[in-house]
Structures are given as C-alpha cells and as structure tokens.
C-alpha cells in the first residue's frame, strides 16, 4: 500500500468526531463517533448501529427508490418514507377516476395495498474497505488518464470479484475524499414494492413551494409502501404469490418525543455535497450554475403551473414533474443566497491562502500539493464556456422539452434493434412516457425554451440556422408547431404505431429526432471540451483533500455526499435566524390550523375532518406533555438531497420522526456547514401516526408496530 492513502486513512479515523458537521462513514463509527455520541447521549454501543457480523440499525434503512431513503418499520417489511419521495409513484398510480394525489390513499388490509410498477428498495448487505485492492498498486505520482485507466481497471475487477462472491446482488465501489479512499457496497435490490398509504397532498404537501426549505413548517411529509419477496424471502418480480418482506432489523417507534438538548441520529443515503469547494468553483456556481438554472426552470415552471391549474388531467401528469423541478429550482435560490449572505467565498479564500503556505512550506513540489490548488483553477476557468453551453442546453432542452427526450429514446427501437435490452427499454419508456404527457404543454415549454436559447446562447444548434432561419423565416414558434404537428413521436397513437412497425426512413426524417440530435451535437461538443480539463481538475481536486488532511492531522474529517449510506448526530435545538428572533424546535396542529388560507387553497387547504379532530383534541397518544399534537421538529443533524426520509432516531436507535429538508438561512449547508443556524426539519412520528389512526382510520397498521391504539 502507498504512503498517501495511509496517511488519508490515518487522518480519517484519528480524530473523535464532533456533533453537527459531518455525514459520517459506518464503518469509522467505532474509532472516530462514537465516543462523542455516548458523550452527547447516545445509549447505544456501536455495533447496535453498524456491526458487520450480526443485525444492527444499518439493515433497517434502505435506498428508496432513485433519491430518497426509508426505514423498515415491521418484521413485515413496512416501510416509511416521505411523501414527496413516494409522490412520483403515487402520481403514477393517479388518475381522474382514482385521484390517490388529492384525495390520499389507505389500504385497509394487505390485500388492498396497490404494486408500483418500476420502485426499488436497496439494502446494503456489506461495505468493504476496497482503498487497498483499488489504489495498492497506483503510484502516488501517477495522475491523468494514467490514474483514470488503472483505478478503473481496479475498480471493475473489485466489482466483478464481488458480484461473483455474492450472486444476485448489486455491487458498486465509489471513490471517497476525492478518490484517496475507496468503498465497495454490496446492496439487495428488491422490485416487487407496494402503496400501503399516503396522505392527500392538503397533508403531505402542506405548505407546497411556499413553505419548502422553511421553518416553521407543518406538513405530513411521509406514504407507506411495503416490500415484498418471493417465498425464500429473496427479491423476486412482481407476483401475486409474493409474501412481505421478512425481517428482524427494523426500527421501533417512540411516542416518547423529545425536548429540547435531547440527542438525535439519522441515517439515511445524503446524495451530494460540495464541502471541500474552492472559491473558484464558487464563482462558477453564483455566476453561471445557479442563475442559468433558476431563470429556465423558473420559466418553464410557469408554463407548467398554468397547464396544471387548467385541467385535473394535466395537473395528475405534471405533478410529479413540476414537484421535482421546483424542489432543485427553490434550493438553487437559497442556495445562491446563502453562499453571499454567509461570507463563504471569504471563508474558502483564506482556507486556499493557508493551503498554500502549508504546502510551500512543508512539501516537495512532486508531490503535487504545491500544484493542488492551480490545477483547479486553471481546469474550473477552461472549461468555464463549455461548462455553461452544455448546462443551458441540458436544463433548456434535453430535461425542459419531453419530445426531445422520447426521440432519442427512439434510437433504440430502430429497425435492427429488434430483441435487444435496449429495445425493450425504449418500449416501457414508450409505455410510461405516454401515460404523463400532454403534447400542448410541452409544445408551450418548447416554443418558450426555443427562444431563450436564441437568446442567450452563443454558439446554437444547427437547427437554428437550417430550419428557423432559412425555412421559417426568423419565425421560431412556427417550426416549434411544425415540429409537433409533424413527429410521430408528439402524439401517442403515432407514437405507438411506430414502435410496433419501426421504419428508418420515418425515424432520419422525424423533425424531433432532427432536433434532438442537432441539441446533442452541440451538447456533446461542450462536454468533450468539459473532459479535457476533467483530469486536471481531478488530480487537483484529489491533492488538495489529501493536503487538508496532513495539514491538519487533528481536526476529524467527513467524506463528501456520495449517496452512499452515512450517520450524522446532534441534538433537538431551536435557532435564531437573525437578530432579535428566535424559532421554537416544534410545531404543532396548531399552526396547521392557522395557516389555512382560502386564498391560496392550492398550498394552504387543511380538510375538513382534521379541523374536526382539532377541534376536539382528539389526539389520542399522540399528544405531547402538554396536550398538543406535535407536527415537526428540529435537529442539528447535517442532511442534504437523499436523506429525505431517512429516520430521525432518539439515544435508544428508536424512531421519533422522518428527515423531509433543510432550512431556508442555510441553505449553502452543501458547499460549508453553518453549525449555529443548520437544522434538519423533521415529520414528527406521532404526526404520522395520528393520521395514519384517527384521520384515515388504518389502525391496523397500528398493531403491526406493536403500538396499542388509543
């Protein structure tokens, strides 16, 4: 093994941890937490919640779906999760007739509880230290695509030995502290995943964009679903003869709540964090990245927003779509916001001066930390024009415009391709594209991102020139139109048609297919140019870490977010977000009540029979010490994108709530932790459980958490 991944290693678990900053890797838990969890409260050891040989609170947390995190809450494999995570699914299994979006839906037995065609649930069975089998053999010195090539190589045979030790699961090695260190998780993928309930949006949605990111917040963030297994307990497809999932990990619930000071833990798959930014990359972000992102979404959204107020059936189809756009939309804002408000760039300014003084004064320039720093300027600069173009031409076309999407996936259902995995796939998106698209809608966003495009970019598609220009005449909404009345692939009997009967000569004369590749040619063009400075960026990206690390040996460091699966503690606090005001750790039905607002029904509508409940304090065990229903509460824990769902547990690993978001003052958590105004916003659990019992009525769900009804 080399001299600089043991030095990584050594700075990685020498140091004891501190609550609040930090989404801390298992399998340091031990070594580096949790000492300082016992500390802070804590009553667990630490192979109750990470242990590599017997059951511990790990097995109960899954990936959920492609971005969120649940929790296994029975020996029956139900599982809680948030609403929005759940919210495509039960889109998905929406319509007019049955409008589960709205209205909610409750199974009443297992027998009622409704499949979801195309969720997963990940569990990880196994993490592996794989920095010895990846980087054993890599040089130090070695950088560039010469690193690239021999990690990867390492990489593929690690995963191809591991899948091969463990047949049927899934394996993935992901790099850690910019590539110094590396991990190999071997998960379960389970597919056969049921609806088991969900509240009506005017409860898991409560608040809606007005509300996302802040605080005071009261919404019902959670749905049910439940995994299910063929007869050995092992994933299977989807079958009637299917049973629950079986299982001894699970979380318990506590009705027990909380006060303010008391420990909290939460465990879940963080997605991305940009911790160990530079200054430089921050400048690209305020200047380029978010702007570009909060000006196209804003517009297309808009579009969206009127087509969904329009027409149920529109509003069903978009929900999901709009619900997600929005979410990044929003976080881009705050995001922006607080990177200003909060002095970060100052902040990585004089981290970088120190950084260079250490490394002049303490290295040999070979080893590459003098460099570090230039690297990642240089590559962040030169590749700064392409970077944008190809951004512009991602959130404007290829995630704005659905056709363009539906045409590439035509690629694959070319004549020839017959049989192949790549045909079948492009069939079920056929299947699936058809059922949430509205063809006007998205002719409205295209003829709207057509001409920002114009106007903003440099260096356009070639369609600009070739169609709008020379056959339209300048007129750029009249090729939108012709375009969409002329694809075959904007309507979907045609669509349809052609997917049973594939013709190439339809598919190289479709005005869709010509636009898209016109997009990806530019596209490609820009990320070829990205990848040139990739490497760069890479090396110096990977030295810098490392240099942190030696620099200050005694500070404990965490990883960047990965989606991979992390613990973060702290405690129960309320915060002051600026001078002369300070916010509660709680809420409660209260507040629900008094934001009712009829003028904006669509975000602030409370129904009828939870105002009856209200009313008459009927809140069974759910009250807290003072006779109020609690709604959501407040950690210091650091979450970000992916945590969403993931369990909030109290000293005894036991479940007090659900993880939903962050709030809004902090929002640049992602790029520098801000330990005196972060916050996780949590559901609190007797929130769910209060409605899951008095408001719908399942209380059998009840009795398979073991909880008596009251």
């Not at 990690?151 to 790099?175: D, F, I, N, S, T």
């Not at 040999?364 to 173009?389: M, Q, T, W």
């Not at 030295?543 to 990965?562: H, K, Q, V």
Request: charged fraction near 30%.
């Amino acid at each position: 093994m080399k001299r600089l991944f043991l030095s990584v290693a050594a700075a990685c678990i020498a140091c004891t941890a501190a609550a609040g900053e930090g989404m801390w890797l298992l399998p340091y838990l031990q070594r580096m937490n949790i000492a300082d969890m016992q500390a802070k409260g804590c009553l667990l050891p630490a192979d109750a919640i990470y242990s590599v040989d017997k059951g511990s609170l790990k097995d109960a947390v899954v990936i959920f779906g492609g971005g969120c995190t649940g929790e296994i809450v029975s020996p029956r494999g139900l599982l809680f999760t948030n609403h929005h995570c759940g919210y495509g699914s039960i889109q998905a299994l929406s319509s007019v007739e049955n409008d589960y979006l709205k209205n909610g839906f409750w199974a009443m037995s297992p027998a009622e509880e409704i499949p979801a065609p195309g969720l997963e649930v990940r569990f990880v069975r196994r993490i592996v230290d794989a920095t010895a089998d990846v980087l054993g053999s890599v040089p130090d010195i070695a950088g560039g695509e010469e690193r690239e090539r021999m990690v990867q190589a390492r990489v593929g045979e690690l995963e191809k030995r591991l899948a091969g030790e463990h047949p049927g699961m899934e394996v993935v090695v992901k790099p850690f502290f910019g590539g110094n260190r590396y991990f190999a998780f071997v998960m379960e993928v389970y597919t056969d995943v049921r609806l088991v309930g969900t509240p009506p949006t005017s409860i898991g949605k409560f608040g809606g964009d007005t509300d996302n990111w802040m605080w005071p917040r009261h919404t019902g963030d959670f749905s049910i679903f439940r995994v299910y297994a063929g007869p050995d307990n092992r994933p299977a497809a989807y079958s009637p003869a299917n049973v629950p999932y079986r299982t001894d990990n699970y979380l318990k619930v506590s009705l027990d709540g909380y006060g303010e000071g008391d420990f909290a833990m939460i465990m879940g798959f963080p997605g991305t964090t940009q911790r160990y930014m530079t200054s430089y990359e921050i400048d690209r972000m305020l200047e380029v990245e978010n702007p570009q992102r909060i000006f196209i979404r804003g517009e297309r959204q808009a579009i969206l927003k009127e087509r969904m107020a329009s027409s149920d059936e529109v509003r069903i189809q978009y929900a999901a779509k709009y619900a997600q756009s929005s979410n990044y939309w929003k976080n881009s804002i705050g995001m922006s916001r607080g990177i200003r408000k909060l002095g970060v760039k100052a902040q990585k300014e004089a981290r970088e001066e120190a950084f260079r003084q250490w490394a002049a004064a303490n290295t040999l320039p070979e080893e590459g930390y003098v460099r570090a720093l230039d690297d990642i300027r240089e590559s962040v600069e030169g590749s700064l024009p392409a970077f944008a173009e190809r951004q512009f031409l991602s959130e404007a076309f290829l995630r704005a415009v659905e056709l363009l999407r539906i045409a590439s996936s035509a690629e694959a259902a070319r004549p020839g391709k017959r049989g192949s995995e790549a045909r079948e796939a492009a069939e079920r998106k056929f299947r699936d594209f058809y059922k949430d698209y509205d063809p006007e809608t998205d002719r409205r966003v295209a003829r709207r991102m057509v001409e920002i495009a114009y106007e903003h970019l440099k260096e356009r598609p070639s369609f600009y020139a070739e169609w709008i220009e020379e056959r339209f005449l300048g007129d750029a909404a009249a090729y939108v139109d012709w375009v969409y009345d002329n694809s075959v692939f904007a309507d979907e009997a045609r669509g349809t048609a052609y997917l049973k009967k594939p013709s190439e000569k339809v598919y190289r004369n479709d005005p869709a297919v010509a636009m898209y590749r016109s997009i990806a040619e530019r596209y490609e063009a820009a990320r070829a140019e990205e990848r040139r400075h990739a490497l760069q960026f890479a090396d110096g990206h990977r030295r810098y870490i490392a240099g942190l690390m030696r620099m200050e040996p005694d500070r404990p460091w965490a990883s960047d977010a990965n989606f991979t699966i992390r613990l973060t503690y702290g405690n129960v606090l309320p915060y002051r977000p600026c001078d002369g005001v300070k916010y509660d750790y709680r809420t409660t039905l209260k507040g629900v009540i008094e934001k009712e607002d009829p003028k904006n029904p669509e975000e602030f509508t409370v129904p009828e029979k939870l105002k009856s409940l209200y009313a008459a304090r009927d809140f069974g065990c759910y009250a807290d010490a003072r006779g109020e229903l609690p709604t959501c509460f407040l950690a210091d824990c650091d979450i970000t994108g992916g945590n969403s769902g993931s369990p909030v547990m109290n000293a005894r690993g036991e479940l007090i709530g659900l993880a939903f978001d962050g709030n809004w003052e902090a929002m640049s958590g992602d790029v520098a932790f801000e330990p005196e105004l972060q916050r996780t916003i949590a559901v609190d659990i007797r929130y769910v459980l209060f409605i899951v019992d008095k408001f719908a009525g399942a209380g059998w769900l009840l009795e398979e958490l073991g909880l008596e009804r009251n």
